[in-house]
């Protein structure tokens, strides 16, 4: 049957047409609901999943076949091909998108690590940080000063959390009847009533405490966790700190049972500053004294908070992943440059590199034919300690070879919906699957249709 591109209607007698979309031709043409019609819901593009043809097209509509076969005996196969290869042309191009932003991701923060006027620049470092990260880091600074700060962490704060006896889920020996009564550090208390029926299950049981405690503004949550068929019951303060603590108690023939008990105290956060004496916080945020330096306590241990200067091994670790990021990236464009114009253009715009060999020698970075990089980190070190100023010109100049990175990165991941072709079918597949119902009407699907027969 041959059709012609503005519709199947027309090819289409009344009852057929009336059969096929639901309604009469008169007066109904729009009607998709009809349950026996071809947008219907035991229908060919209907959004019911009980004739799902999932194996094509994931998490779309459902399609009759046999409906199909019905009215288009003659192209049912050549649909269902070309069905097949609007799927594959779909799954190739979530492949290729998931590769590509996990690729031009990570190149687009190594290449900003070099750029001479970047927040995060490893020639120009901001700011104040912290020399040991496992201590405490520096989240934030509006200092002026260049004033360093020996800290000295004994104890993090902490939040107060209790766990349940772990219980058989599927049995139901909690059953029975409970009070629970939660007593918060300013000495009020909560009182929760249960009586569990003996027809549900240990984990349900869990779950009706859980979701009574939540429901109320407590400041305290509480969670059920499931381990090889075990139920256990959590409660946590929601904040950190010893005035955030708080008491449970259960009362009645179940209380043994459920066997609630600490498993984690609070704390209150202690350190010291420049040796002075202790100080303490309810949280691991604190503001150093005299300065708006905000720092987070991670563990115990001394660090230095000061001002962040230029260290060469940091430098070149920074120059070592964009080297490792400018490769992955240049390798995956060279992959999949028959995808399209697009990506051939871009997979030689990385590969200029080349042409830059002469001036990146000088600091230690070799370029192979494809415009790969190496480097070679005692030269690298060397360079960096006689002449900084060029490493950094070289590299992350305003022509610097990880600026030029930088620039093409975001220029290809703000215009990336153009690099993998899209064929007519996937286009008006919006219309098929489903996937977008208000835009369904006879004159879209029948044009959709023709398109593949």
Excluded: C, H
Excluded at 55 to 73: D, F, W
Excluded at 114 to 122: E, R, T, W
Excluded at 223 to 242: C, P, R, W
Excluded at 413 to 419: A, E, I, V, W, Y
């Amino acid at each position: 049957m041959k059709m012609m591109t503005y519709g199947i209607s027309s090819y289409l007698n009344y009852s057929m047409y009336s059969s096929l979309f639901g309604g009469s031709y008169g007066s109904s043409y729009g009607n998709f609901g009809s349950t026996n019609s071809l947008f219907g819901s035991s229908s060919l593009f209907g959004s019911s999943q009980r004739n799902s043809w999932s194996n094509m097209v994931p998490n779309y509509g459902g399609i009759n076949y046999s409906l199909l076969e019905k009215y288009y005996s003659g192209s049912y196969s050549s649909i269902k091909d070309s069905l097949n290869a609007i799927a594959k042309q779909e799954s190739n191009s979530k492949a290729f998108y998931s590769d590509f932003n996990s690729v031009f991701s990570n190149l687009k923060s190594a290449s900003s690590a070099l750029k001479a006027f970047s927040s995060n620049s490893v020639f120009r470092p901001t700011g104040y940080g912290s020399s040991n990260s496992d201590v405490a880091s520096v989240t934030s600074d509006m200092a002026a000063s260049t004033n360093s700060y020996k800290l000295n962490v004994t104890q993090t704060a902490q939040a107060q959390s209790y766990t349940s006896s772990a219980v058989k889920s599927t049995g139901n020996t909690l059953a029975g009847k409970t009070t629970l009564t939660l007593t918060g550090a300013d000495g009020k208390k909560s009182t929760f009533n249960f009586d569990f029926d003996s027809t549900k299950n240990n984990k349900s049981y869990y779950e009706q405490i859980a979701s009574a405690v939540n429901g109320r503004d407590l400041g305290i949550t509480a969670s059920v966790t499931e381990k090889n068929g075990q139920s256990t019951l959590t409660f946590q303060a929601d904040k950190t700190g010893t005035k955030s603590q708080f008491e449970v108690e259960f009362s009645g023939s179940l209380a043994e049972k459920i066997g609630m008990e600490e498993d984690q105290e609070a704390k209150d956060a202690i350190y010291s500053v420049n040796g002075g004496e202790n100080q303490t916080s309810q949280s691991n945020n604190i503001t150093l004294s005299g300065e708006r330096i905000n720092v987070t306590l991670k563990g115990e241990g001394t660090t230095e908070i000061s001002r962040k200067t230029v260290d060469n091994s940091r430098t070149i670790d920074a120059i070592k992943k964009f080297a490792d990021s400018y490769n992955k990236t240049l390798s995956f464009l060279n992959e999949n440059k028959d995808v399209s114009t697009a990506v051939s253009d871009l997979a030689y715009s990385f590969a200029t590199t080349r042409f830059q060999s002469g001036a990146l020698s000088k600091i230690g970075i070799a370029v192979d034919m494809n415009g790969a990089l190496s480097v070679n980190e005692s030269k690298l070190s060397q360079a960096l300690k006689q002449n900084p100023q060029d490493v950094e010109k070289i590299l992350g100049g305003a022509s610097g070879i990880a600026s030029n990175a930088y620039g093409k990165t975001v220029n290809a991941m703000n215009n990336s919906r153009n690099l993998y072709p899209q064929s007519v079918g996937v286009s008006y597949s919006n219309y098929m699957y489903g996937r977008d119902q208000s835009y369904v009407n006879a004159y879209t699907n029948g044009m959709f249709l023709s398109s593949l027969i």
